[in-house]
């Protein structure tokens, strides 16, 4: 049979460390979080800087297909083709 006060300091203890990972638990929540939000500012700044931009931009992936288009005036999209009138071949 166990002594009920050594199984009382156990779950003492077994307490303890239990709000000790509560503790860490909401930090890295909180990290989580602040690292979100600064990841959602950078999305948005770099959205902003490639669909304002006043050049032509096209953004292509490692295997060279394109996955984002900047049109800037006088620029349309024709089956995939980009032209813009200001090109000296148009």
Avoid: W
């Amino acid at each position: 049979m166990t002594d009920p006060s050594r199984a009382y300091q156990e779950l003492i203890k077994e307490n303890a460390l239990l709000e000790q990972r509560i503790k860490e638990l909401k930090h890295s929540e909180s990290e989580r979080k602040r690292a979100e939000e600064e990841l959602k500012e950078k999305e948005s700044l770099n959205y902003a800087l490639f669909e304002y931009n006043p050049e032509q931009a096209i953004a292509v992936d490692l295997e060279g297909k394109i996955i984002a288009v900047n049109l800037t005036k006088g620029c349309q999209v024709i089956d995939c083709l980009i032209l813009c009138h200001s090109h000296p071949s148009i």
